[in-house]
């Protein structure tokens, strides 16, 4: 029997890990310009996405190139519309507010929930079944992450914005799942660079539409540290990443995506801990133990999977 459909491509499975990595570095960028900077967040989003819009009209002139045959209906371009208002304005505005007042581990944390609800929209929305592997891997990710959740609470919640802060993040989890589900149905019709750019354009009109109806823009100083920072936002931490994630995507799937890129708590913990100095407790470690297991699992699978294919 051909169990092809249940194969996990190592190309996939690599792409994606190495973007939830490189998306994992928001977080250590957005508080280094806090702290070098004093910028508000409305106004380092913006930043974000004014250096990182050349890169996507490139990359749509690339793809009007390469897949001009794709012709886009009415109800795909709304559907683009609104993952670049939810994927990336919404949820990023959300999650740069927040970054002001939790951790960028603790933020990390409370935004890799995300899954849970990207899981639960496929499962019960689309009637999408769970793999054994995705359940295991989902309960031992959870479980780290909760145990994990803990140990950051004992070192922010002298914060009086701590809750504040973390309803934030938790708000951008929940939009950012539904840019999951929804790129992982529409993303093989339109094309990687496409989609992807095309998002990106839409949700960089969002935020800056925001920004002009909120700040000024004689009030954004660009000093080395405000373009240096940005620049590392727009390169690294957005466009590389996103075209990634919406390549995995295409590749494994978004459930498989979402549970692979719980690496990202871990990779964001340890350079919280050696960039900006957070503590690092042992509710932390064991908890990212359990993370990593759950990566590890859908690792094994790729490697078996794909010596099969072979």
């Known amino acids: 029997m051909d169990n092809r459909n249940n194969q996990i491509p190592l190309s996939g499975f690599i792409i994606a890990l190495s973007g939830a990595i490189l998306f994992s570095t928001k977080a250590i960028f957005v508080k280094l310009a806090f702290n070098a900077v004093h910028v508000d967040a409305v106004t380092l989003l913006t930043l974000r996405m004014l250096f990182s819009l050349p890169f996507y009209i490139i990359a749509v002139f690339i793809a009007q190139q390469k897949e001009s045959a794709v012709t886009l209906t009415l109800k795909q371009w709304l559907s683009i519309a609104l993952m670049g208002i939810l994927g990336y304005y919404l ?82 989890a929940v939009t950012y799942s539904f840019y999951i589900v929804g790129t992982g ?19 960089t009109a969002g935020i800056f539409i925001h920004f002009l109806f909120t700040e000024k823009a004689s009030n954004i100083h ?24 919406s390549y995995g995507m295409k590749k494994i799937g978004s459930n498989n995506v979402a549970i692979i890129t719980s690496i990202g708590p871990v990779s964001t913990i340890l350079q919280a801990h050696f960039i900006l100095g957070e503590k690092i407790f042992f509710l932390q470690v064991f908890g990212t133990l359990l993370v990593i297991a759950g990566v590890i699992i859908i690792g094994w699978k790729t490697r078996k999977d794909n010596k099969a294919i072979i």
């Open 91 to 172: 949820s990023s505005l959300f999650d740069f507010i927040g970054l002001q007042y939790v951790s960028a581990g603790l933020e990390r944390l409370i935004l890799f929930l995300y899954p849970t609800f990207a899981v639960l929209i496929n499962t019960f929305f689309f009637r999408t079944k769970l793999s054994t592997v995705q359940i295991i891997a989902l309960l031992l990710t959870y479980a780290g992450i909760g145990i994990a959740y803990v140990g950051e609470m004992k070192i922010d919640t002298s914060n009086p914005n701590f809750f504040y802060g973390s309803f934030m993040v938790f708000l951008c």
């Open 185 to 203: 149905r529409i993303v093989n019709k339109v094309g990687v660079t496409k989609y992807t750019a095309y998002v990106m354009l839409f949700a």
């Open 222 to 245: 660009f000093t080395n540290d405000t373009i240096y920072y940005s620049l590392a936002l727009a390169i690294i931490a957005t466009v590389l990443p996103s075209f990634m994630m």
